[in-house]
Nanobody, 126 residues
Framework: QVQLVQSGGGSVQAGDSLRLSCVAS????????MGWFRQAPEREREFVAS????????DYADSVNGRFMISRDHAKNTLYLQMNSLKPEDSAVYYC???????????????????WGQGTPVTVSS
């Protein structure tokens, strides 16, 4: 069974940067696609970014493209989300997620992911 433990959230000012981390335990991290999602109060969970099993493909939501970057370090079993030029509308609880299926390219659908991190809040003030 895979567990994901997140860190790195917090409260910042608009224009600041944050980096979220997601450490995976278990044997499937290096062979499975991963993703980041977020959920603001009273809103559905939405796609932020995904990365293929080998890091060769990344995809982003239009709202974060050019400002956020997803990456992974297999040696550390860690997924990252570098968030730059943060805006108040980026405020949400952020979740990392992983697939059990091996060799995936990543997906924007929550239904494709089998395990989730605990969530970490990000608050951006104007």
């Amino acid at each position: 069974q895979v567990q994901l433990v997140q860190s790195g959230g917090g409260s910042v000012q608009a224009g600041d940067s944050l980096r979220l981390s997601c450490v995976a335990s278990g044997r499937s991290f290096s062979t499975s696609a991963m993703g980041w999602f977020r959920q603001a109060p009273e809103r559905e969970r939405e796609f932020v970014a995904s990365i293929s099993w080998n890091g060769g493909r990344t995809d982003y939501a239009d709202s974060v493209n050019g400002r956020f970057m997803i990456s992974r370090d297999h040696a550390k079993n860690t997924l990252y989300l570098q968030m730059n030029s943060l805006k108040p509308e980026d405020s949400a609880v952020y979740y990392c997620a992983g697939e059990v299926r091996q060799g995936g390219l990543g997906s924007s659908s929550t239904e494709r992911y089998d395990y989730w991190g605990q969530g970490t809040p990000v608050t951006v003030s104007s």
